[in-house]
Structure formats: structure tokens, C-alpha cells
């Protein structure tokens, strides 16, 4: 395999990879034309490098910065802004984890704080509320488990998944 089939390749499957994180699949693609590529790259050579639209690729590119996977980096004589990825892998997956965890596990966990609310002593609250309850439960130790993810540095983490799969 040549070094450009190579890197489409791994563009279009970082592209797939993405929609599992929760971001769009060119968000994902730019993000990976950025990791593989030698030194800073412009909104230009993003939208060429990709065949995608000025609009798309600034927009996905503010959200990446969002997201702490990008960076802005300047280039000294030159106008343009041109973007750096974060290509600490282990930083990528700590930042993709807090993301998911602030749009889904947060919001989730405040409606849960709700629904325990919910009055009622009839049978069918009660199992509603248990449920309710349950759910709560779990999505708090899934939340401190993220947490000290977050929190961790690699061979911690390495380690304690290299017991857990043996």
C-alpha cells in the first residue's frame, strides 16, 4: 500500500470512528488529516486535503478547538491561521471522554434527579421509581469511573486494563 492510499485510509476511518464518539464524521476526518500531517495546516489546505466546503471546514474546525482537539497555531510572517492537532493519544481520549460525558451523562444524570420525584405508592410507581433509581445508580459509577479516567495518567490506566482483560 503507497503512503496516500495509506492516509486516505486512515482518514475515512477515523471519519467512521468519529460517529462512536459523537461527532460528525468530518469533523473526524479533519481531525485525522490533521494528526498524520508533518507540521500546521490552513482552513485552505483542510478544505482541499478533504474536498469539502470553506463553511463545513471552518465550522468543524471551531468545534474541534472546542472540543481541545485542536489548536490555532501561529506562523510568523504569515495571515492565515493554521491548526495543529493533539496528537498526545492518550490527552485525545481524555478530552473525547469529558466531551461525551458533558452532553450525555450530565444531562442524563440531572432528568434522573427528576424523575426521583416523581409521588406516587401504587405499584406501578414504585417499580417506575426503582428503575428510575437503578439507572441512577449505575450512571453515577459510570460517571466516577470517567472521572478518575479523566484524572489518571496512562500507565495507571494501562495497567489497571491490562489486569482487568487477563
Known amino acids: 500500500m503507497e503512503l496516500e492510499e495509506g492516509k486516505h485510509k486512515f482518514i475515512q476511518s ?4 468519529g460517529s462512536h464518539w459523537g461527532i460528525n464524521r468530518t469533523m ?8 498524520i500531517s508533518n507540521g500546521p495546516l490552513s482552513a485552505n489546505d483542510i478544505k482541499e486535503g478533504l474536498n469539502i466546503s470553506m463553511g463545513n471546514t471552518n465550522m468543524n474546525i471551531r468545534a474541534l478547538i472546542d472540543w481541545g482537539l485542536v489548536y490555532k497555531e501561529l ?3 504569515e495571515r492565515k491561521d493554521f491548526y495543529v492537532a493533539e496528537k498526545d493519544m492518550w490527552e485525545v481520549v481524555r478530552r473525547i471522554v469529558t466531551q461525551r460525558k458533558k452532553k450525555e451523562l450530565e444531562p442524563l444524570t440531572r432528568v434522573l434527579n427528576e424523575l426521583q420525584k416523581v409521588e406516587g405508592d401504587d405499584e406501578e410507581t414504585q417499580e417506575f421509581k426503582k428503575v428510575v433509581k437503578d439507572i441512577h445508580l449505575f450512571s453515577g459509577k459510570a460517571n466516577t469511573a470517567l472521572e478518575n479516567l479523566v484524572r489518571s495518567d496512562s500507565k495507571w490506566f494501562i495497567g489497571t486494563f491490562m489486569k482487568m482483560i487477563k
Open 75 to 77: 506562523i510568523p510572517g
Open 28 to 35: 473526524a476526518q479533519i481531525h485525522a488529516l490533521l494528526l
Open 14 to 17: 477515523w471519519g467512521t470512528l
